[in-house]
């Protein structure tokens, strides 16, 4: 099947443009978007499909799915991308960075950002909401650190290095770090403990020394008894 390459904004309408837009009024409180440049949403696939509503815009991508972003790549089996097309108050929002409500993807999925790399079975991406979250078996490699959790969720957020998992009594997680230096103790080490005392060998030899001239004088006691 031919393979589809698409700019989301130049495809279908759909717009899931992050090229030079003004940047949306975030609440207050929450988390700050990166310094990095905002970069245009691409999606590549061996199938993709389409549709816009009055107010919704729906967008599926199946086969050797490759989505490409501002600080992240996603690649996975099939990827869905709901975007609003108007805001509550009936403005148009195609084209808008906030205009993308979810992403979801699933089959194979990995996620590779410059700070981290995940891999999972399902993701789904929430980008006005700041953070990503990783279900079926998820694992996250930071630098020599790895963490994963058979049957958790991860969730990662956006702005900063935080990550969150959830597990329970029967999924438990896992943190695989770099080795620490041993904590016990080798023999003939430094030790506040004073040495005993042994018995110096010079003791006995002047002892044996001491009983050998009796020893002779007796003999020549002796000697002189008829």
Not at 61 to 87: P, R, Y
Not at 98 to 108: D, F, P
Request: net charge negative.
């Amino acid at each position: 099947m031919k393979r589809l390459l698409t700019t989301l904004w130049a495809c279908a309408a759909l717009a899931l443009q992050s090229g030079a837009q003004t940047e949306p009024t975030r609440p207050e409180g929450t988390v700050r978007p990166s310094d990095k440049p905002l970069v245009q949403t691409e999606i590549e696939a061996e199938s993709l499909k389409a549709e816009i509503t009055e107010d919704k815009g729906y967008l599926v991508g199946v086969g050797s799915v490759k989505l490409t972003a501002t600080n992240l790549v996603i690649t996975c089996n099939k990827i869905e991308v709901f975007t609003d097309v108007k805001d509550k108050d009936g403005n148009d929002t195609i084209g808008d960075v906030s205009s993308i409500r979810q992403i979801i993807a699933t089959g194979a999925v990995k996620i590779v950002q410059e700070e981290r790399t995940a891999t999972a079975g399902r993701a789904e991406v929430f980008p006005n909401e700041d953070f990503i979250l990783l279900d079926e078996d998820p694992i996250v490699y930071q630098n020599s650190i790895t963490m994963d959790g058979t049957g958790a969720q991860l969730r990662i957020h956006r702005g900063n290095g935080l990550v969150e998992w959830i597990g329970s009594p029967d999924n438990k997680i896992r943190f695989t770090g770099p080795p620490i230096e041993d904590f016990g103790f080798e023999e003939n080490e430094d030790s506040i403990v004073p040495p005993e005392e042994e018995a110096a060998p010079d003791d006995e030899e002047d002892d044996t020394e001491s009983e050998q001239p009796n020893n002779r004088n007796n003999r020549r006691r002796g000697d002189d008894n008829p």
